[in-house]
């Protein structure tokens, strides 16, 4: 069974600081993993999607790396903002056929002013 | 575009009653998504729709639980009856196929109380 897991749990950082929030996943038969933000009581924004063939993606201050073979993701992110506080998740698909998202539990940004 | 559109955004009912949410996915959209998010277990899929048929529902937690999609612009998830466990928030996401660039895009999401 696909695990997936995200750390730190939580960060905190000062502004303008860049940062990486790491996503691990124990079977890398994945089709496509899936980065997305959610601020509370809010639903979820996606951010980027990689495909399992691509190795990154880059979307304004925000870039994923993916390394298929180690189970391993990482989001970018440039030149934090306050804004950026929220929590962000990761998800992959397996390559089974079956299209369901499996997400990791997330890591709670905090950007300080 | 509107994005998804879900209904209730929040509902607040006594354990026993029947729970009803509404989804709308965004227009051309052919997959459909019901998940369920709660402290305990995360986000974690309940069923899934390819062009209006059910194509997975093997996260439906038991018999109580129901899903249908008639038309390609309209689902429910059905509760019946509800029971404090099923408190959480259940979001509705839509994608165009599903191949392996197919983003998933999530509606506001419901938050479900039981009591």
């Known amino acids: 069974k696909q695990e997936v897991t995200q750390i730190p749990a939580a960060l905190s950082v000062p502004e303008g600081e860049n940062l990486v929030l790491n996503c691990s996943f124990t079977?890398?038969?994945?089709?496509?993993l899936q980065w997305f933000r959610q601020d509370p009581g809010k639903g979820l924004t996606s951010l980027l999607l990689?495909?399992?063939?691509?190795r990154e993606q880059t979307s304004g201050r925000l870039n994923a790396s993916l390394d298929k073979s180690s189970g391993r993701s990482t989001l970018y992110i440039a030149a934090s903002q306050p804004g950026d506080s929220a929590t962000y998740l990761c998800?992959?698909?397996?390559?089974?056929?079956?299209?369901?998202?499996?997400f990791g539990s997330g890591t709670r940004l905090q950007v300080q002013p | 575009d509107a994005g998804v559109i879900q209904s209730p955004r929040h509902e607040v009912t006594e354990m026993g009653q029947e729970v009803t949410l509404r989804c709308k996915p965004i227009s051309g959209h052919n997959s459909l998504f019901w998940y369920r998010q709660t402290m305990m277990r995360g986000l974690e899929l309940l069923i899934y729709f390819n062009n209006n048929v059910p194509i997975d529902d093997s996260g439906m937690p038991e018999d109580r639980f129901s899903a249908k999609m008639p038309n390609a612009s309209f689902s429910t998830l059905k509760i019946q009856p509800s029971e404090p466990r099923d408190s959480a928030v259940y979001f509705c996401?839509?994608?165009f196929g599903t191949g392996p660039y197919n983003e998933q895009f999530f509606g506001p999401g419901t938050r479900l109380t039981v009591l």
């Open positions: 996401a839509s994608s």
């Open positions: 990689i495909q399992s063939s691509q």
């Open positions: 079977d890398s038969a994945i089709y496509n």
């Open positions: 998800a992959v698909i397996m390559d089974t056929g079956r299209r369901a998202l499996t």
